[in-house]
């Protein structure tokens, strides 16, 4: 099991934000290569997500870690091997077609499996690709989840639900920018 960052940490059910650290980045790195090197082949790619991974963005102090595989149906042959890897299986989670895991207490990381190709994961990657272009907009974004943390302190699903607007329409301005590209 490596060892736990100070830099990472959030107890089950709380909402706070922490100054965006650079040792994100390489506890990143550092959980890519121990997943690629215990797990092997099992998954396609793996991806960086999240508030963690824009460089200057405050956010939740868990690690979002998003990866493929070519066949959901058959997560079930990772649960084993990530469970010795000290992560927890959630199921899907709330979120239809996608397997979550997550590790430590506090919980320090969040795994998301996907298909190759999945809605989800292309917009993942396009909103994280677009809060790291466009800084004044991560600015935004960040004062928006400030003000939705203090108020959901407490409780992680209404703050979560409470940026849904806010997100859809920024992936709105992503999206139309992908296109005129």
């Known amino acids: 099991m490596p060892r736990r960052s ?3 940490g959030l107890p089950e059910g709380r909402v706070f934000l922490s100054p965006y650290r ?3 980045r390489r506890l990143y790195r550092s959980e890519r290569a121990r997943l690629r090197r215990d797990l092997g082949r099992r998954f396609r790619d793996i991806e960086h997500v999240g508030s963690t991974a824009v460089p200057g963005l405050s956010a939740k102090p868990v ?3 998003a ?3 070519k066949d959901l149906s058959k997560i079930g042959r990772l649960v084993k091997p990530l469970e010795k890897l000290g992560y927890e ?3 899907e989670y709330g979120l239809p077609g996608r397997h979550f895991f997550v590790r430590g207490k506090p919980v320090t990381h969040h795994l998301h499996f996907v298909d190759v190709g999945s809605e989800h994961w292309r917009v993942w ?3 994280r690709d677009y809060l790291r272009a466009h800084p004044e907009e991560a600015r935004r974004y960040e004062k928006f989840k400030r003000a939705k943390a203090r108020k959901y302190a407490n409780d992680r699903a209404a703050y979560t639900g409470s940026k849904s607007s806010f997100v859809v329409n920024m992936l709105r301005k992503a999206e139309k920018e992908a296109r005129t590209g």
């Open 6 to 8: 100070r830099f990472l």
């Open 22 to 24: 650079g040792e994100w």
């Open 63 to 65: 690690l979002d870690l």
């Open 67 to 69: 990866l493929t595989v």
């Open 89 to 91: 299986y959630k199921g």
């Open 125 to 127: 990657l396009l909103f």
